[in-house]
């Protein structure tokens, strides 16, 4: 029979429960998918705003929003459109009932356990479909999952709990790194926006005077080949700064310090067709860039709630 079986809240900085259906089974495969929900938790915010991790005989969705995180578990043959309905019904109603500053400030776990009865009330008409689908319209869903499908959360991703190395885990050593594209950084500072911006303008120029340098090639006026290169790989380096900046990778500190050298060796060869305060510019702003791109880090480690 396929029906969700529970659901939580969850704060996505720190893996805090905000609150949680109380009907847990007591069963050997609800106890799994317990611990499945704590490693969950504690790395939220490492993983896309909606996802789904699959237990065999069960399924974890989650969606998140404005720091908070809206998880459930059913079982493996629940349909995903009334899944993440659900989640959504509970994230609107969530949002209505409580504001963000008491959710940001919360300091014990599950201090809004009474938006149960809610949990309840919802659940009890998901697992009801019948009477469900005269009362909601879930084209609009279907529509939206078809578009952005959850991302499919693997056990090699989820790593291990409490020090207990997960039995997939072994198998999937090599696969570990595979989480690093969806590592989320630090919220960006002003600086950082900055960097970004200025970074763009210094890849736009180069990109303008290596077309003008095309153009002097092409009506024979002795132009530099090389100078079309280096200006065009200024372009690159600069652009890259941007990704570095904005998105999590693997050797994120190591790139972004072989980026800026390979701008200061543009724009050495470019010596001829820079002034001083025109080299001086491009190569302070990919040293600031660079600085940004150190200093906004992936998120730390959640601490360990009991969830």
Known sequence: MS?????????????????????YEQSSGMQECR???KMLSRKLSQFP????????????????????????????????VLAFSFLDELQKEFITTYNMMKTNTAVRPYC????????QRTKQRYNNPRSLSTK???????????????YQI????LGSANGVTSAFS?????????????????????????????????????????FHAIESL?????????????????????????YLLVYYTGWRNVKSFLTFGLICLCNMYLYELRNLWQLFFHVTVGAFVTLQIWLRQAQGKAPDYDV
């Open 3 to 23: 029906m969700i079986l529970s659901a939580s809240v969850i704060r996505v900085r720190d893996g805090l429960p905000l609150s949680a259906s109380t009907d």
């Open 35 to 37: 611990k499945y929900f």
């Open 49 to 80: 705003d909606r996802c789904t991790l699959k237990t065999g005989r069960y399924n974890i969705n989650f969606i998140s929003s404005l720091g908070v995180s809206y998880m459930m578990l059913c079982t493996e043959n629940y349909p995903n």
């Open 112 to 119: 809004f356990i009474e938006f149960d009865n809610f949990i």
């Open 136 to 150: 909601i319209n879930l084209s609009d869903m279907q529509m939206e999952i078809k578009l952005r499908p959850p």
């Open 154 to 157: 693997s056990m090699c991703e």
């Open 170 to 210: 072994v198998d999937c050593k090599g696969a570990g790194k595979i989480s690093s594209a969806h590592q989320r950084l630090e919220p960006a500072t002003l600086s950082g926006i900055v960097a970004f911006i200025l970074s763009l303008l210094c890849g736009a120029l180069n990109l303008i005077r290596g």
């Open 218 to 242: 092409l009506q024979s006026d002795g132009e530099d080949f090389n100078y079309i290169i280096a200006f065009f790989l200024g372009t690159a380096a600069c652009l890259y700064q941007c």
